[in-house]
Nanobody, 124 residues
Framework: QVQLVESGGGLVQAGGSLRLSCAAS????????MGWFRQAPGKEREFVAA????????NYADSVKGRFAISRDNAKNAVYLQMNSLKPEDTAVYYC?????????????????WGRGTQVTVSV
């Protein structure tokens, strides 16, 4: 079992920045690839970014490339999502997820564990 807790969400103006954190507990964190997903009201949960077990490989949705950066600290059992140049369309609940494979993994159905999410709201 892996428990994931997201934090760092909030309200920010367009063009601003936020840094999301996801703290993991339970099984060995470095055994999991990690991902961030988001879900806006009335929409399906969508892939945002993913990182491999070691942190050496990453993958991003086209909509966030160049603006968001995923990173992890295996010593701290944490994964982060730095979000810059935020847009109103980035408004969503952001979830972190763990996949017991090398990664980085894009498909949401391939993830084994999920956090409860943190709300990000970007105002115009």
């Amino acid at each position: 079992q892996v428990q994931l807790v997201e934090s760092g969400g909030g309200l920010v103006q367009a063009g601003g920045s936020l840094r999301l954190s996801c703290a993991a507990s339970g099984r060995t964190f470095s055994a999991y690839a990690m991902g961030w997903f988001r879900q806006a009201p009335g929409k399906e949960r969508e892939f945002v970014a993913a990182i491999s077990r070691s942190g050496g490989n990453t993958n991003y949705a086209d909509s966030v490339k160049g603006r968001f950066a995923i990173s992890r600290d295996n010593a701290k059992n944490a994964v982060y999502l730095q979000m810059n140049s935020l847009k109103p369309e980035d408004t969503a609940v952001y979830y972190c997820a763990a996949d017991f494979r090398q990664g980085p993994t894009i498909g949401r159905y391939e993830y084994d564990y999920w956090g409860r999410g943190t709300q990000v709201t970007v105002s115009v």
